[in-house]
C-alpha cells in the first residue's frame, strides 16, 4: 500500500512542479503505473500459490 501513496505523491509533486505539460502525459502516466501494479500483484498471487502446493 505504501508504494501507491508514493507514486501518489511523486505524481503530485511533478505536476505542482509543472514538469508535465499536458493531461494526456498524466494519464498515460497514471495508467502504465496502475497496469504495472496489478501485473506484478498477479504474479506474487501466482508465486504463493506454487508455494503452496
Known amino acids: 500500500m ?3 501513496i508514493l507514486t ?4 503530485g509533486a511533478s505536476i505542482y512542479k509543472e514538469y508535465f505539460h499536458n493531461e494526456w502525459i498524466i494519464f498515460i502516466d497514471v495508467v502504465s503505473l496502475l497496469a504495472g501494479y496489478l501485473i506484478i500483484d498477479q504474479l506474487e498471487f501466482h508465486k504463493h ?5
Open 2 to 4: 505504501g508504494r501507491y
Open 8 to 11: 501518489l505523491i511523486l505524481i
Open 49 to 53: 500459490q506454487d508455494e503452496d502446493r
